[in-house]
């Protein structure tokens, strides 16, 4: 079994043998198409050779529709995803079925796509009234809802920004409120039940398996923790808006957009302003940068902490450990391998635009992507909330 990087060339054997030797040569294409095996070797003074040029297959991912047209609207419920129209979609989330929830932001109602029948359905909201009611979640209304999450027990949770709340549509129930004072932003409550405590522009909340709610109370500049036997918030990490790593009590964030997991419980930051992905550590309760620096683009194909973003709005990890970054104002996903630590695009060009379907991710022009959300079937297989587009586009693989 061969790794190869493109344009390799090199020697896998050169063995020697009574009367001879033999080497085999490898060569592989840039772009990669085919593999040169090149096998030389004498014997008894005769030189003999032989080469062997072998395809290989090239795993490609490519970006198709998924919800949304490109025009701005709020029709097709009910009918195929593709054929619908969004209006600034900015959150996106999946539950344990496949099903992709959007938070069509514009038109303040959260929808969904049936993973099955891909046809997009209204679930929380009334299309195109903002404002704030409940209980019902048909009957309910949001003002600019953005982050969204589902958590094991399917209860969705979903970061109402302008009426600076989150809220919790409760499986098979009604729609609650979490945190926060209705339209009255600002920063108070640490200590006290979360339903009391005042927010400034929440992005987004996630929630841990021991239902424990971590939010983006972004213009707060701080990851906030809601416990979830007590239902008392506090400030989980960061303080005074700036930059800093360290324990998170001293760490400092600069508008935190969105929030991850990984596998083992870390949490993620797209850490909006400082253009930068933060990790918490949950072990040692540190804050360190994986990737970023200053506002830019640059530092593909090495290290991500050494590489330049430009106001990263979401970020997402998968099984393997791949981390995604909704690149916003750089018009790209990038992608952190987990083993190197390196980053590459993996979706969109230099060019901030709604061309490329059914070719190349890499050659796709995308315009102010907001959130990404990676499946853990394939290593690549990514959903993307293509917000100025007013769409929803899926990159997925082929050879």
């Given amino acids: 079994r061969l790794n190869l990087n493109p344009g390799w060339t090199g020697e896998l054997l050169d063995q020697q043998f009574e009367g001879g030797t033999y080497s085999i040569n490898v060569s592989q294409a840039d772009p990669i198409d085919d593999l040169t095996i090149t096998a030389v070797g004498s014997y008894n003074g005769t030189e003999h050779s032989i080469i062997r040029v072998i395809p290989v297959p090239i795993k490609v991912f490519i970006i198709i529709p998924f919800a949304g047209t490109g025009v701005p609207g709020r029709t097709g419920d009910n009918g ?42 209204r679930f929380a909201g009334r299309p195109g009234q903002s404002g704030y009611s409940c209980c019902n979640p048909i009957n ?34 009604n729609v609650v409120d979490v945190a926060g004072q209705l339209d009255n932003a600002g920063f108070s409550g640490d200590g006290n039940p979360a339903t009391n405590a005042q927010l400034w522009n929440p992005r987004e909340a996630i929630v841990d398996q021991n239902g424990n709610i971590y939010l983006a109370d972004t213009n707060n500049c701080r990851i906030r923790k809601i416990d979830g036997a007590t239902g008392i918030i506090n400030t989980f990490a960061g303080g005074a808006c700036g930059s800093a790593n360290g324990p998170v009590a001293n760490a400092r964030f600069n508008r935190p957009r969105g929030l991850a997991f990984d596998a083992a419980g870390n949490i993620y930051v797209a850490d909006t302003n400082n253009h930068r992905i933060r990790k918490i550590d949950m072990t040692t309760m540190t804050v360190s940068t994986i990737a970023g620096s200053i ?32 690149d916003t ?26 061309l490329g379907d059914n ?3 890499i050659d796709a022009q995308l315009n102010k992507p907001n959130k990404v959300i990676a499946f853990d ?23």
Avoid at 306 to 321: C, E, I, M, S, W
């Fill in 140 to 173: 309910s209304r949001f003002d600019r809802p953005e982050g969204i999450f589902i958590d094991q027990g399917g209860n969705v949770f979903i970061a109402d920004r302008n009426n600076q709340l989150i809220r919790e549509v409760i499986f098979g129930g």
């Fill in 295 to 326: 506002a830019g683009y640059s530092g593909d194909e090495g290290l991500a902490v050494n590489a330049k973003l430009d106001t990263p709005y979401g970020v997402a990890v998968n099984q393997f450990g791949t981390i995604y970054i909704a």
């Fill in 359 to 361: 070719g190349p991710a």
């Fill in 80 to 121: 195929p995803a593709i054929d619908a129209t969004l209006r600034k979609p900015r959150g996106l989330h999946k539950n344990a079925a496949g099903d992709v929830y959007i938070a069509d932001t514009d038109n303040h109602y959260i929808r969904y796509v049936d993973a099955v029948n891909k046809k997009i359905y």
């Fill in 377 to 399: 079937d394939v290593d690549g297989h990514i959903i993307i909330a293509d917000t100025d587009n007013n769409r929803v586009r899926e990159v997925t693989d082929v050879y």
């Fill in 329 to 354: 104002n750089n018009n790209r996903i990038r992608k952190i391998d987990s083993t190197t630590g390196n980053i590459t695009t993996h979706a969109g060009s230099n060019t901030a635009g709604n």
